[in-house]
């Protein structure tokens, strides 16, 4: 992370946590939480499952177009001249 964005990310998280309010309704949303025995790791795996066929179509893209560019540059290797290779140069076998 740069020293900049670094920075920045400090001064939001640190106005954030000294809003009373903010602070007031987490605390408030913990509370709620514990009335009905709800933990915060259940509600993250129950956001992540909600979230995963998302989160799936992203990988699904990313992956695409790693493919798409590893094709292009095998493509682009295999069209490249080598050094010291004479393309009119046929190998005998």
Known sequence: M????????RLHRNAVRDRPESLAAFTGIRTLLAQYGITVAQLQAKAAQLEGGDLQMFDRMVAARENGRRLLRKEAERRTPRQGHDPDETTEQ
């Open 2 to 9: 740069k020293p900049s964005t670094g920075a920045a990310v």
